[in-house]
C-alpha cells in the first residue's frame, strides 16, 4: 500500500464534491483495496461511501425492485421484500463468493467494476434494470461497455438501480469452486419488454444471446434450446475452461436456468 488520504463524508452532495480523477469511490472494498494493495491502481484520496444512508436500502413499488448502491450482497440475499418480488435475484446474491464477500461486497461496487465474471451485471442485462447516477439514468444495454469498464464518468456515483419486475425469472451459474465467480452464469427473465437471456463469465464482458431470446419467446421452455449453440469466437478461455467449454456450458446452463424460470 502507499500513502493515500481517506475521507468519509455524510453526504452525497460532500462526496461528490470530493471526487476527481484522483480519487475512488470505497464501497465495501473488496476490490478496490487490493488492486491498491497490488498496486495495479493508483489513488491519491479514498471517498469511503458507508456514511451514506441515501445509497443504502431496498424498496419495492408495484412494478420495480429498486436497491440502493451501497447494500450489500448479504441483504439482498436476506431481504424479505426481494425473496417475495424477485427471488431470482435473491438467490444469485446469496450465491456470490463467501460470507465475507456477502457481507461487505455492494451492488454499486459490483457493476462499477464490472468484473467479466461478476454476476450482477447478468442481472442487471437480463432483467433490463437501469442504473441510477447523480446524474443520470444508464439503460443496462448502454452501461456495460466492455472487460472492467462502463459508461460511468469520472465521478459519477451510482446511487441505486432499478429492477423491474420480470413475470418469471432464474439465474444459475456455474462457479469457479476457489472463488465462486461465475465461469458461465446465465439470467433468464420473462419481462415486459419481452424474453431475455444474458450471459456472464463467458465472454470479456456480459452479453445477450438473442438466438436463445427468440426461441424462448415461441416457446418458454428448455426443449426450445434444444440444438442452439452460442459461437465460441471471442469467448474467454483459460485454466478454468476453454472458450469451447464455455460456448457449450451457456447451453446447458441457460436450459437448467429456463426449467427453473418455468416451473
Ligand atoms: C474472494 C472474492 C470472491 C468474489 N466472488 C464473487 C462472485 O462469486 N460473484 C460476484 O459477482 N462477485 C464476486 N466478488 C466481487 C464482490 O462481489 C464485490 O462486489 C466486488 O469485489 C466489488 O466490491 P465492493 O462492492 O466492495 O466495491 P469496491 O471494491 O469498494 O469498489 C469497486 C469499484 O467500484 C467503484 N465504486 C464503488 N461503489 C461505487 C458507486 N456507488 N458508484 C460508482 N463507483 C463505485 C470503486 O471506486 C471501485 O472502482 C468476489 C470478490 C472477492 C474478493
Redesign the pocket.
Known sequence: MYELEYQRPGSVAAALAAADADS????????????LKMRL?R?SRL?D?SALDD?QGVRVTPSALIIG??T??VEVQDSAEVRRALPALAK?AG????P???N??????????N?P?????AAVLGLGATVE?NKREISAEQFFTGMFSTA?DTG????RVSFPLPRRAAYL?F??PA????VV?VMVADTAQGIRVAV?GAGPCVFRVPSFEEALSRRFSADALRGLRVPSDGLNGDMHGSAAYRASLIGVIARRAVAMAAS
Open positions: 475512488a469511490f470505497l464501497a465495501g472494498g473488496m476490490t478496490l483495496l487490493p488492486t491502481s489513488r471517498i461511501l445509497l448502491a451501497m450489500a450482497h444469485l450465491g456470490i463468493g463467501d465475507l464477500v456477502r461487505r461486497g455492494t451492488i454499486g461496487g459490483s457493476l462499477a467494476n468484473d465474471a461478476a454476476d450482477y451485471p447516477t460511468l459519477e456515483l451510482i446511487t451459474k462457479r469457479n472463488s465462486r465467480y461465475a452464469g456472464t
